[in-house]
């Protein structure tokens, strides 16, 4: 690469790095280069939500919009050989969407514009092929979870949710679940391999491995229990969504479109 296009694209990476504070450090790396930005609508567990994307030459980068966009939070780095994208046709409540596959998570985005939607698709696979050099690793993604307001019974057994008969995900299958349904814990290796996740009784089987169930609840200094980081898993990007736009389509409208860097200017880490 030229010097200048270097000093631009550092320029450029230490911009992005300096938007999520501290963490943003990790972004520093020699060799890294910006590809594009922008912004997508992702689909978590209670509902849609706007958050800045960055393709990097070989990782993809995400994070919760603060202040206008100015500042970011809670960031997301995601190796380009993990990710396996599915395209997908427009829902009712997404237009322009595809799946975002992963081992630890797999989410839905969508982006402003059918036209967006094929130059992230076709940016990202373009990175990743770079990074592989056509040679894909055989991994196990994690399957979405089925979002809260899908359901209002369990998915196994068909007893009512109610404000005491609480929903849950199984870590394995997404299912929507009650917590009779899934008091059973097991390792998922390409989730976490230092961890009892919950399972539901159907996936807990099928994995044929025997794990005790969870009779007694450990507590750190701050009276969380392992139940409730279970639980903030899932939750963790509702929090504080007072700082961030509760309307994806009005952040979409008032943004600017997807910026791409020349690709002659791509090249994997060394």
Same mark, same amino acid.
């Given at each position: ?17 300096? &938007? ?11 060799? *890294? ?10 689909? &978590? ?9 960055? /393709? ?15 500042? +970011?939070?809670?960031? !997301? ?10 395209? /997908? ?5 997404? $237009? ?8 630890? !998570? ?11 939607? *094929?130059?992230?698709?076709? +940016?990202?696979?373009?990175? @990743? ?35 005491? #008969? %609480? *929903?849950? +995900?199984? %870590? ?17 290796? #390409? ?9 539901? @009784? ?11 169930? /969870?009779?007694?609840? *450990?507590?750190?200094?701050?009276? $969380?229990?392992? =139940?409730?980081? /279970? ?13 961030? =736009? ?18 002659? +200017? ?5």
């Amino acid at each position: 690469m030229d010097q200048m296009f270097d000093q631009e694209n550092w320029d450029r990476v230490q911009a992005v790095a300096n &938007s999520f504070g501290p963490a943003g450090k990790f972004l520093l790396q020699s060799g *890294r280069v910006l590809v594009g930005e922008g912004k997508l609508v992702k689909q &978590s567990r209670k509902k849609r939500q706007a958050k800045a994307f960055f /393709l990097f030459n070989d990782v993809l980068v995400y994070g919760s919009i603060v202040l206008n966009g100015r500042w +970011h939070k809670k960031l !997301k780095v995601i190796p380009l050989e993990d990710i396996l994208l599915e395209d /997908l046709e427009d829902g009712v409540r997404m $237009k322009n969407q595809w799946l975002i596959r992963t081992p630890r !998570k797999s989410f839905y985005v969508s982006a402003a514009s059918y036209e967006e939607k *094929r130059a992230w698709i076709e +940016h990202i696979e373009e990175c @990743k092929g770079r990074v592989t050099q056509g040679g894909d690793r055989r991994l196990d993604f994690a399957n979405t979870w089925i979002p809260d307001q899908a359901s209002a019974v369990c998915m196994r057994c068909s007893s009512k949710f109610t404000r005491t #008969h %609480r *929903r849950h +995900h199984c %870590r394995k299958c997404g299912f929507l679940v009650c917590g009779p349904c899934s008091r059973k814990r097991a390792v998922i290796a #390409h989730i976490d391999s230092t961890k009892q996740l919950r399972v539901c @009784k159907t996936c807990y089987l099928s994995l044929g491995v025997e794990v005790p169930e /969870l009779t007694r609840q *450990r507590w750190d200094s701050g009276g $969380k229990s392992d =139940e409730d980081e /279970l639980e903030c898993y899932s939750e963790e990007e509702e929090a504080d969504h007072s700082l961030e =736009e509760e309307d994806p389509g009005r952040w979409m409208d008032s943004w600017s479109p997807y910026v791409y860097i020349n690709p002659e +200017h791509i090249r994997p880490q060394t």
